[in-house]
């Protein structure tokens, strides 16, 4: 197993090695928090997040759902007035959680995750197949009937292809997700 805290580093040092972000420049103003879309739905707030992880507290971050609920619209990161960007820290972090085996959120998980296979799969997305791994393996998303009235809507008009297509040079795109190491996501189980 991967370890996410590097040898002689504290996990602070470690989070902003590999995001590249400064977070010892945080000086928990907050302004983050009230421009974030999602705050609302985190256990731990944006700037909470940064304070933890300057507190070293590694198992709370790692545990918690906020690291799953950041959908990277980079506001926070235009309101910092210390040019720190929690998107690429929260993308850090869930590879951490990843590598240390903790659980993600199963529905934001299973999301990345059926639309990172498709295209692996077929070199873009087919939503069908997409849609319909998300839907097997999300516990919060079971109820196909809800959702069958939509997909009928969007199939008779067009908007879903009715077989995948592979893409030409899909070896490319595979080449890419073996250098980023998507097999080891691949092996996580929620
Ligand atoms: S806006 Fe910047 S300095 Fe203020 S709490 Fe957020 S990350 Fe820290
Ligand atoms: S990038 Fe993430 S933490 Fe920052 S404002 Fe957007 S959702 Fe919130």
Redesign the pocket.
């Known amino acids: 197993m991967a370890i996410a805290v590097e040898p002689g580093l504290t996990f602070a040092q470690s989070v902003q090695e590999r995001s590249g972000v400064p977070i010892s420049r945080c000086y928990f103003c907050q302004k ?1 928090t009230a ?5 609302f739905a985190m256990d731990y707030q ?1 700037a909470q997040v940064l304070r933890l992880i300057q507190l070293g507290q590694e198992e709370a971050v790692l545990g918690s759902s906020a690291i799953w609920t ?7 990161g235009t309101r910092c007035p210390n040019e720190i960007r ?2 690429p820290m ?1 993308d850090t972090l869930r590879y951490m959680a990843l590598e240390k085996e903790y659980k993600p959120e199963p529905a934001v998980y299973w999301l990345h995750r059926s639309f990172l296979d498709s295209i692996r799969l077929w070199g873009r997305v087919h939503e069908m197949s997409m849609l319909a791994q998300y839907k097997l393996h999300n516990p919060l998303g079971a109820d196909f009937a809800a959702d069958m009235k939509v997909a009928l809507y969007l199939f008779f008009k067009g908007k879903i292809l009715h077989l995948p297509e592979r893409i030409r040079g899909l070896a490319v795109i595979r080449r890419l997700y073996e250098r980023a190491g998507h097999h080891r996501a691949a092996e996580v189980e929620s």
């Open positions: 983050c421009g974030c879309p999602v705050a944006p950041c959908v990277g619209c980079e506001i926070c929690l998107a929260f």
